[in-house]
Structure formats: structure tokens, C-alpha cells
């Protein structure tokens, strides 16, 4: 076995690793809490860490493997997680999204994302702690080497690049959700859409499209701002994301579905 593909496979295996320990910890929490709504804010803990731990590990095979490996691995993972999370959903403007649409309160959003952001931040240390072993040459110096952002381009064009792209995700979420029946085909659908916006993005934002994993992963490293990190990663994908809500109830895009408009 080459050097290389033993790298690969180590870091497969911390994603393996991370999925099956969130996996227990989610089981751990449906039998030892019983208020639904503490259990709601461990799962989005919970589902949080294990999506920035994952999403740590890609970056190790992104920078070594390509942008092709990446993407593949994304693919199969965004596919466990839209099986295994239930209600969680890891990302804050889901949530806000909730608030808009009168289904949730702003109070509870608010708790919701302040449980993914503890559990996307916190992970670090757990993937500090893997990288130091340094079973793979990849991860030599990583555990603690300074960061360095992943927008290439002028603030305003990043914030418009994660605003259409989020924008146009949850379009798509939202028209497969709603208009596929099989549903394991429908999670399938909506994890390649999802996976080929981050890829087309990768180049200039980083793709990330969700404010809790770019912060995660990306806030305090060197080549951003606190105002750029806040403006293109927390105002454009929320920004996109609500827009989304009113182009997909409105007249022209419900009548393209065959639906009847919300919005009159």
C-alpha cells in the first residue's frame, strides 16, 4: 500500500470514527433526556460537531487529494447526515428560516443556534487531538499550525457568491422535498445539488453556505476580517436563504411547479 492511499484511509477512517461517535452520542441523548427540546438542542450539538469534525478531515484531503476527492466524500457524507440527523439540521439559517415562515419563535432559533455554534467550535479540540497523533504525513503540523482563510475574492463578491449559492440550495432542497415522492432519491438528488454548488463555489468562498461550519472552521484565520468573515459567511448565506423562501412562494415559481402561490 502507497503512502498516499494509506493517508486517504486514515483520514476515511477519522470521518468513520466521528459519524459512529455522533451516532452514540445521539442515542445517548434520546435515552437519558426526556425534555424534548434539550434533546432537540443536543442533536443540533451534536450534529454540528460531527459536521465541522467531518468537514475538518476534508480539508486534509481536499489540500492533498483534490477538489474531486472532496467532493465525492461530501456526497456520501451529506447522504449519512440527512439519514441520521432527523430534525437537526447543523446550519443556522434553517432555523430563521423557521421564524419567517411563523412555524418557530425567535427565542428558540436563537437557543438552536447558539447549540451549533458550541458544538461546531468545541470540536476542534477532538480533531486537535487526532491530528497530533499523526498517523498520516498529512496531518504532520496541522494540530496547531496557523489557519488561513478560503476567500479569494473581494468581500462583496464572496457575500454574493454564498448568497446565490445558498439561495439556489435551498430552491432546490425545497422543489425536491416537495415534489419527489421517493425519498431516498429525493435525499440523493438534493445531496448532488448541494455538493456540486459547494464545488463550483470552492474557488472563490470556500462554498460553505452554512455560518456555524465557516466560522468553525475559518473565523480568526489569517486573510479575513472580522467584518469579511461576518459580511460573506453569516449576511450572505442568511441572506440567500430567506430569499429563497420568497422566490420559491411566489406567483412565477409556483406556477412553473403547478403549485398555488402562498404570496398574493
Not at 452514540?24 to 460537531?49: G, P, Y
Not at 418557530?104 to 468545541?122: D, E, N, P, S
Not at 464572496?158 to 445558498?166: K, L, P, S, Y
Request: proline share 1%; with cysteine; net charge negative.
Amino acid at each position: 500500500m502507497t503512502t498516499e492511499l494509506s493517508n486517504l484511509i486514515i483520514s476515511l477512517l477519522y470521518m468513520v470514527l466521528t459519524s459512529v461517535l455522533a451516532t452514540f452520542a445521539r442515542k445517548l441523548v434520546k435515552k437519558t433526556i426526556e425534555n424534548e427540546f434539550v434533546q432537540e438542542l443536543f442533536n443540533e450539538a451534536i450534529a454540528s460537531a460531527e459536521l465541522c469534525a467531518c468537514c475538518f478531515e476534508l480539508i486534509i484531503v481536499a489540500d492533498n487529494y483534490g477538489v474531486s476527492s472532496y467532493a465525492i466524500c461530501l456526497f456520501i457524507l451529506t447522504i449519512w447526515w440527512a439519514n441520521q440527523w432527523e430534525n437537526a439540521t447543523a446550519c443556522p439559517y434553517t432555523h430563521l428560516e423557521d421564524v419567517v415562515n411563523g412555524t418557530t419563535t425567535l427565542r428558540v432559533a436563537i437557543f438552536k443556534i447558539w447549540a451549533q455554534l458550541t458544538g461546531g467550535c468545541l470540536v476542534f479540540r477532538y480533531i486537535q487531538l487526532l491530528w497530533s497523533l499523526e498517523l498520516a504525513s498529512t496531518h504532520a503540523g496541522r494540530a496547531y499550525e496557523d489557519c488561513t482563510a478560503d476567500l479569494q475574492v473581494p468581500m462583496i463578491f464572496g457575500a454574493i457568491v454564498e448568497c446565490a449559492a445558498t439561495c439556489l440550495c435551498r430552491l432546490g432542497s425545497n422543489v425536491i422535498s416537495d415534489n419527489l415522492s421517493n425519498t431516498k432519491v429525493a435525499v440523493v438528488l438534493d445531496s448532488f445539488v448541494g455538493t456540486s454548488l459547494v464545488v463550483a463555489a470552492f474557488n472563490y468562498s470556500g462554498g460553505y453556505f452554512n455560518p456555524v461550519l465557516a466560522t468553525a472552521l475559518k473565523y480568526g484565520c489569517a486573510g479575513n476580517t472580522f467584518t469579511e468573515h461576518m459580511v460573506v459567511y453569516w449576511f450572505g448565506a442568511i441572506a440567500g436563504s430567506i430569499a429563497s423562501i420568497y422566490i420559491y412562494q411566489s406567483s412565477i415559481v409556483k406556477q412553473l411547479l403547478g403549485q398555488k402561490s402562498k404570496i398574493e
